[in-house]
């Protein structure tokens, strides 16, 4: 396993990118962030997800 890849495997997105990534409003992603189904995990005060587990979870559902 090479640094990149290392590296990737520990980023957090918050609620903007995945507004971002999915062209929505923020309000609408951090709907999401809210679901049961959703891997969202709270750091302090701020809702984060594993970019890992954002796509596992999007292929999932196929957005």
């Known amino acids: 396993m090479n640094n990149e890849n290392k590296n990737d ?29 959703f891997p969202a995990i709270k750091v302090g005060k701020n809702l984060k997800v594993l970019k890992s587990e954002f796509i596992k979870w999007c292929s999932e559902r196929r957005m």
């Open 9 to 37: 495997e520990f980023v957090f997105l918050t609620p903007m990118d995945v507004a971002k990534i999915i062209g929505c409003s923020i309000p609408t992603a951090r709907k999401l962030f809210y679901r049961n189904d």
